[in-house]
């Protein structure tokens, strides 16, 4: 019989295996995991966790001129994704300079990754909600 606690270990086990990481920038899902209390009282959700992560992921930023040329000239020497990123979300030229852009690209990637794991991550989810229903 799993307990609640190997259950929360289960479900950490299984999110520590999904890596969401692009040119040096990383965010450890782990750490947006419901914690035990949560799994006790039913209070976890995949699409509130995802939600969560997305959010982190919005808030990534690159600072530093350096560091902002680097990840463009490795990643979109040209600037035609950042700058077709920077157009969907309603940035105004004036606005953009080279650290906004490549924090762009690093977000469009980061969401990417994340997109691509949702299933595994709902499947963690729904393991854990199956078998605290049964």
Avoid: W
């Avoid at 919005?58 to 350096?66: C, K």
């Avoid at 000239?73 to 300079?97: F, G, P, T, V, W």
Wanted: proline letters at 1%; hydrophobic letters at 40%; aromatic letters at 8%.
């Amino acid at each position: 019989m799993n307990t609640v606690e190997n259950l929360h270990q289960e479900l950490t086990d299984s999110l520590s295996r999904i890596k969401l990481s692009f040119a040096g920038y990383e965010v450890d899902i782990v750490d947006f995991a419901p914690d035990l209390s949560d799994l006790k009282e039913g209070n976890f959700c995949a699409d509130e966790f995802i939600d969560s992560i997305e959010r982190e992921i919005m808030h990534t930023q690159v600072i530093y001129y350096h560091n902002a040329m680097e990840i463009l000239s490795n990643h979109d020497q040209s600037l035609r994704i950042s700058l077709e990123i920077a157009m969907y979300h309603e940035y105004k030229i004036q606005d953009l300079n080279s650290e906004l852009l490549a924090s762009l690209i690093i977000q469009e990637a980061l969401q990417t990754q994340l997109h691509a794991s949702s299933d595994d991550i709902i499947q963690a989810f729904d393991h854990v909600r199956l078998t605290l229903s049964n």
